[in-house]
């Protein structure tokens, strides 16, 4: 009877496991996908303008022709500067805010398949990337240094979008200084002259990449911890 009790929690540990790791990867994925078409999106539309522009423009002379192009200067505004920021700085919310429900989501899941672990208590969301990480380091026996260069661009990342979500992309805060430093060492960040954050094209891949890496470690680790530790206590189990 126990060796039936051992594979049928062996078998379920698996398949809960496969499962949170799809459901992770597939949302990263869509948001992937959605970065790339809302970026192709946007550039077919300044094409498009450009191109009526250059057509009605095109046999007029002087006064006219100023007039004619300075008629969509704010349509030009608005898809090289207005449209773009609202964009970018919305999905990359969307990406912290499904950042944040993963993380908790593998909290959850050491929590309750982690034989000994403690039970996690999820704080406020002002570092909430950090908590989460803190707990999975200790109650899934994660080697910390592993996770060490992705865990600082994540952290940094949940701070940039800290400033979107409180104070409409502006730096404000204890970590103002980090913040700035890190924007301006990246090429695809930058900050106004307000100090508000500038996320250039290809700043969602570019922290995609680092949040899908840190991710594929994590579920590396604790599919293997969790694993391990099952197949342990099992074995004790069998033994007596």
């Known amino acids: 009877m126990k060796t039936v009790d051992n594979m049928t929690s062996t078998i379920r540990n698996a398949a809960k496991s496969r499962a949170l790791s799809s459901k992770i990867e597939h949302d990263l994925n869509d948001l992937t996908e959605l970065a790339e078409l809302s970026e192709q999106l946007l550039q077919k539309q300044l094409k498009s303008l450009s191109?009526?522009?250059s057509r009605e423009a095109r046999d007029l002379k002087g006064y006219e022709r100023e007039y004619q192009i300075g008629w969509y200067i704010p349509d030009v505004?608005?898809?090289?500067?207005?449209?773009p920021k609202i964009q970018r700085y919305s999905l990359f919310?969307?990406?912290?805010?499904?950042?944040e429900s993963n993380l908790v989501a593998l909290c959850r899941y050491v929590e309750v398949e982690g034989p000994g672990a403690s039970k996690f208590k999820k704080g406020g969301p002002t570092d909430v990337v950090n908590q989460t990480l803190d707990y999975l380091i200790v109650n899934?026996?994660?080697?910390?240094?592993?996770?060490?260069?992705?865990?600082?661009?994540?952290?940094?990342f949940w701070r940039i979008r800290n400033c979107i979500i409180h104070s409409e992309g502006k730096i404000t805060g204890k970590f103002s200084e980090e913040i700035i430093k890190f924007c301006k060492e990246i090429?695809?960040?930058?900050?106004?002259?307000?100090?508000?954050?500038?996320?250039?094209?290809?700043?969602?891949?570019?922290?995609?990449?680092?949040?899908?890496?840190?991710f594929r470690d994590l579920l590396r680790y604790i599919n293997f911890f969790v694993r391990s530790q099952t197949d342990k206590a099992l074995s004790i189990q069998g033994a007596e």
């Open 77 to 83: 505004i608005q898809l090289k500067d207005i449209f």
């Open 140 to 156: 899934a026996k994660i080697d910390a240094k592993r996770l060490v260069h992705d865990r600082a661009n994540v952290v940094m």
């Open 93 to 99: 919310a969307t990406i912290m805010t499904t950042v």
């Open 187 to 214: 090429p695809t960040l930058d900050v106004d002259k307000h100090n508000y954050i500038v996320m250039h094209e290809g700043f969602l891949d570019i922290a995609l990449h680092v949040i899908k890496g840190l």
């Open 51 to 53: 191109r009526r522009i």
